[in-house]
């Protein structure tokens, strides 16, 4: 069956208890084809100044899923793939950057602002900031745009969100980050990575986020450390010899990873550890009722325990590769 893919995300107890309710965060999405596997996951920063955020991350979700697609489509992409001889990997980076991690940021702030020209902010909305400057800023806005039909730079920031994706398809795999939560993989030897790097900037509440102003041009920049955050992997080598690719890809919003320790080295190995079980789950059972069991998982551990917060998970796993290594995983892990 080669690739499957499954993205799931569900309101926590923290937003759901408040009066009002607060509506979930987090958005995610899945799609499958013979050429393309992708998740994608998105956490509204849910701060009173980004009182649209659960819109902010559903359209970075539209962006992404839409960006993918079309960038797999792209005559230069295909181009670099169509004989034996592959591209440098910088080449390909560059690519990534420029017509898709670009045109992504692009596409959520026409979205973001077209929400915005349809539905201004109304005094109740910006009521909602706990910020004065930013009450300032959004009643400026939006008498500027009554009166001469102009938006000001800073009306994306009610829509802020974090974005994660995995792209898998048969001559490449890449990942990409803005922002918080976890990008992990699984390889048939067990071993679990976190290939795309931690933004360092994500500290406590703060966050890297699609909003930030000067997010056009660190899609741009080889951000390793902070911004937008990129791995990519070929998945054949200049021989046509068939490269390690991971069997199982995960992401996840701060609704799961920040219910695990807070020293890097452990998240990543209790992260790591958590997504071998659901993936032998996946040996053991039907594809859609280890999704469902995925779904009770997420209600009962993390929504609505643990941190409460709005959770989110997205899989891309190769169940019948999975089926060669379970035995070992199993005795090893």
């Known amino acids: 069956m080669g690739f499957r893919s499954f993205a799931y995300s569900e309101v926590g107890i923290t937003h759901s208890r408040k009066k009002p309710p607060l509506p979930c965060q987090d958005s995610s999405a899945s799609f499958d084809s013979d050429k393309l596997n ?10 009173s100044n980004c009182f649209r955020s659960d819109l902010g991350s559903k359209f970075a979700v539209e962006s992404a899923m839409e960006g993918v697609k079309a960038f797999v489509d792209l005559d230069d992409v295909k181009d670099l793939f169509k004989d034996s001889k592959l591209p440098a990997k910088n080449v390909f980076d560059k690519l990534i950057r420029e017509k898709l991690l670009n045109n992504i940021v692009r596409s959520w702030i026409i979205k973001a602002r077209d929400d915005f020209s349809n539905n201004p902010f109304s005094r109740e909305d910006i009521l909602k900031c706990g910020s004065e400057k930013y009450r300032k800023r959004y009643t400026d806005m939006v008498l500027d745009f009554k009166d001469k039909g102009e938006m000001g730079q800073y009306i994306t920031k009610a829509y802020g ?4 994706g995995a792209v898998v398809t048969p001559d490449y795999w890449f990942g990409f980050h803005i922002g918080d939560g976890r990008w992990t993989c699984l390889y048939k030897n067990g ?14 509440n703060v966050t890297t986020s699609i909003c930030d ?26 021989n046509g010899n068939a490269l390690e690719t991971p ?39 039907d594809f859609k009722s280890v999704c469902d069991q995925i779904k009770n998982l997420i209600h009962i551990k993390w929504a609505n325990a643990g941190k409460g917060d709005d959770t989110s998970i997205g899989i891309i796993i190769d169940i019948d590769e999975l089926q060669d290594v379970k035995e070992k995983w199993k005795k090893n892990f």
């Open 191 to 204: 071993r679990g990575d976190q290939h795309v790097p931690w933004d360092y900037r994500c500290f406590l």
């Open 38 to 47: 992708v998740v994608v996951v998105a956490d509204g920063h849910g701060d």
């Open 247 to 285: 069997i199982a890809f995960f992401i996840c919003s701060d609704g799961i990873d920040d219910n695990f320790s807070a020293d890097e080295k452990e998240n990543k190995n209790e992260l790591c550890r958590l997504y071998r079980i659901i993936s032998l789950a996946f040996t053991a059972d």
């Open 213 to 238: 102003d000067d997010i056009l041009e660190r899609c741009e920049e080889d951000a390793q450390g902070a911004g937008v955050r990129l791995y990519s992997s070929f998945r054949r080598d200049q």
């Open 161 to 164: 969100s974090s974005l994660i």
